[in-house]
């Protein structure tokens, strides 16, 4: 099976702009999560999405939003942009979403200036 | 919510040495706890989870221990090889998908 992508692998903003990701899971697993990692910070979980339904919420900003669509694929959206948001942006798919092994993409490397 | 502390930040043995990295929760609550290695600009990869009804779980070369009591995980890494060498990161988990990570462990290991 091919394995969880996300584009676009690099992006650059400006302050103020929003940017939209997007990660397709591998086939069959109906859970996406978020994280943001940021060197220092590790990776913190910014939330997960399954069968089309945010199921856990981190502590982020509303800024910070997101949704699935019925094939599993997932978007996640910055809206006004800040400096810190830079970032590396990872998502992750498992099966039913519910403690089992993760899956993790590689990435979208996100800079603001 | 749950908080995650991992220590040491930064770790260098001696390859065929043992390696130790050491996490501590705050939520009792907490049940899962996965261990990623992820490699220079690469994606994190489970290599080992333990869940709160076992104490210990091993695979080869890696091992996990799980105190309850002291809320405190750790993973065993033994005769060590340059190929360990990555950020390991430990995660908890009290339901569902939704985990918390702590801050990793860059892990070198000098030949």
């Known amino acids: 099976k091919a394995g969880v992508t996300q584009t676009p692998r690099y992006l650059i903003k400006t302050r103020g702009q929003q940017v939209t990701l997007s990660c397709s899971p591998i086939s069959g697993h109906r859970s996406v999560s978020w994280y943001q990692q940021t060197p220092g910070q590790g990776l913190q979980f910014l939330f997960e999405y399954f ?53 993790f993409g590689p990435g979208t490397r996100l800079l603001v200036l | ?69 002291a809320k405190h995980f750790s993973l065993h890494i033994t005769e060590t090889q340059p190929e360990d060498s990555a950020v390991y990161f430990c995660a908890a988990s009290i339901g569902g998908n939704q985990f918390y990570f702590g801050t990793g462990t860059s892990l070198t290991v000098i030949p």
């Not at chain 1, 699935?68 to 798919?93: H, I, K, P, W």
């Not at chain 2, 130790?20 to 490699?39: G, H, L, M, R």
Request: proline share 3%.
């Open chain 1, 51 to 103: 069968s089309e339904t945010q199921r856990n919420k981190g502590n982020f900003p509303g800024r910070f939003s997101g949704r699935q669509f019925s094939n599993s694929r997932s978007e996640m959206n910055v809206s006004t942009l800040e400096l810190g948001d830079s970032a590396l942006y990872l998502c992750a798919s498992s099966l039913e979403g519910d403690q089992e092994t993760q899956y």
């Open chain 2, 1 to 69: 919510g749950e908080n995650v502390e991992q220590h040491p930040s930064t770790l260098s043995v001696q390859e065929g040495d043992s390696a130790v990295i050491k996490c501590t929760y705050s939520d009792s609550a907490s049940n899962y706890f996965p261990w990623y290695k992820q490699e220079l600009g690469k994606r994190p990869q489970l290599i080992i989870d333990i869940r709160s009804n076992v104490g210990e779980k091993k695979d080869q070369r890696i091992a996990v221990t799980l105190n309850k009591t």
